[in-house]
């Protein structure tokens, strides 16, 4: 049976990802990444525009499917080794977070939505990841 992950990350580092074919997550740590089946469903999420800067995107902006194979490590430079996995990422929308706050049940207070995404991958429910697959356009 399928499960359903949200990542953060920001609108840049996903959109390398995408291209990539990979989900990198918690500033490439493996053990939410193991957690991951094959068949696993990722939503990302992006606060920021670029990674350390402050423009925001407050968007969902990519969703794909986990592939086949384990996490593992990618050396970004010497003394940077973050863990990945394969991901088949499907043709999506970006969608703000805004018009879905109300339809999310993992967003328990909807003055502090932003509180839950600070795990930095966690998962959520198939009835949540159907609103924001709905949302982008997505049909699982």
Aim: hydrophobic content about 40%; overall charge positive; charged content about 25%.
């Amino acid at each position: 049976m399928a499960r359903y992950w949200i990542g953060v990350a920001s609108k840049k580092h996903v959109q390398g990802g995408v291209l990539g074919g990979f989900a990198q997550v918690c500033h490439g740590k493996a053990g939410p990444l193991n957690r991951m089946e094959e068949g696993d469903w990722i939503v990302y999420y992006s606060p920021t525009i670029k990674f350390g800067q402050k423009e925001p995107c407050k968007s969902f902006t990519a969703i794909g499917k986990i592939k086949e194979g384990d996490a593992y490590p990618f050396a970004m430079s010497e003394d940077f080794i973050p863990w990945r996995r394969d991901v088949s990422f499907v043709k999506s929308q970006e969608t703000p977070i805004q018009t879905l706050l109300d339809e999310l049940s993992f967003i328990k207070d909807k003055q502090k939505w932003g509180f839950p995404f600070r795990r930095g991958c966690f998962e959520i429910s198939q009835e949540d990841f159907q609103v924001i697959a709905r949302a982008m356009g997505v049909v699982s």
